[in-house]
């Protein structure tokens, strides 16, 4: 085990996978020379060469495009988009293309495909560089979306996802990339479509994912000195969704909430409690409780951005509110 950042995660997952499988490539904007925005992709072009960690232009429709048939014929390419809000130029190459491409030829080819893209908000980047748009992807069968919260995850989904058959959506808050944590040494691979209980409790569930999980941890550490026992599920995978694992969370704890850094209306939050209802209904003691941004684009200024943004002090007061409304004791 050591103690590495999300960023440098990823950089070892691509290592990994790029020594273990000739098929992988690396296909975007000034990841080759640059060592990408972000610098996820330090030190590969010197490493495995510029067949492999390929530079691209400034094109998203294009270089989406390239890696799709590039899939088709064999190889597994993993695109960077520099900003998730830049894959909107590319969406109809991702969901018109990437998505259906396997149904629609019977099943005779497959779209081994990943796209990274960083995204969320609260690093003053403005309106149109601060979304999640998560959802947005989430909805479109044939489509597989991860976002995870750990460096530990971010390892182990990035090879899952470098490995299977299917396109996959890898999205990454900026958030979290200098963020630390224990990730296992030598290969480490999780399964997609599997959540994860990040922190047993009894009195109420918190259903979150990547950044936000973060959060969810923090109130629950606060909470958990006044005799108030959270449990924190972090979903990990958006599709598949694991709702086994959500469902079972509120069956012991009877409470929930879901807790997104992406707007409420028609957003994962949504898609949670719909979940709930028809599979742990009758253990609800309350009706599900959502905290999520603020619906309005986001500042630039940055009280204001802080101000729009869920936090923990939001969180902390729907869970009161939650507790005190069953009459909650301890």
Request: aromatic letters at 6%; hydrophobic letters at 45%; a negative charge.
């Amino acid at each position: 085990m050591t103690v590495t950042t999300y960023r440098q995660a990823l950089n070892d997952a691509l290592r990994a996978e790029l020594s273990r499988d000739e098929n992988v490539i690396l296909i975007g904007e000034e990841i080759g020379i640059f060592e990408g925005s972000y610098k996820i992709t330090a030190g590969l072009l010197t490493e495995f060469g510029a067949e492999r960690v390929r530079d691209t232009p400034i094109a998203e429709e294009g270089f989406v495009g390239a890696a799709i048939g590039a899939a088709m014929l064999g190889m597994r390419p993993v695109v960077e988009i520099m900003t998730l809000n830049f894959s909107l130029i590319a969406i109809d190459q991702i969901v018109n293309h990437a998505a259906k491409i396997y149904g629609m030829f019977g099943g005779q080819t497959a779209v081994p495909l990943v796209i990274r893209m960083p995204g969320g908000g609260g690093q003053q980047l403005a309106a149109t560089h601060s979304q999640n748009l998560e959802v947005w992807y989430a909805h479109i069968p044939g489509l597989k979306v991860v976002a995870p919260s750990s460096p530990a995850d971010a390892k182990a989904l990035l090879t899952a996802a470098i490995r299977d058959d299917d396109p996959v959506i890898f999205l990454e808050n900026l958030a979290l990339y200098n963020t630390k944590g224990d990730v296992p040494d030598g290969e480490h691979i999780a399964e997609i479509g599997r959540a994860a209980v990040v922190k047993e409790g009894t009195d109420v569930s918190v259903i979150t994912y990547s950044r936000a999980t973060t959060v969810a941890l923090e109130v629950a550490r606060q909470l958990e000195e006044e005799g108030i026992s959270v449990e924190v599920v972090d979903l990990r995978s958006l599709r598949p969704l694991d709702r086994e694992t959500v469902c079972a969370s509120v069956r012991k704890t009877s409470r929930a909430v879901v807790l997104e850094d992406d707007w409420l209306s028609y957003g994962i939050g949504a898609e949670i409690s719909a979940t709930l209802m028809e599979g742990a209904f009758d253990y609800l003691d309350a009706p599900v409780r959502r905290v999520a941004a603020a619906e309005i684009p986001l500042p630039y200024a940055k009280p204001l951005e802080l101000a729009a943004l869920p936090n923990a002090h939001d969180l902390i007061r729907v869970i009161r509110e939650i507790l005190t409304a069953t009459s909650f004791t301890r």
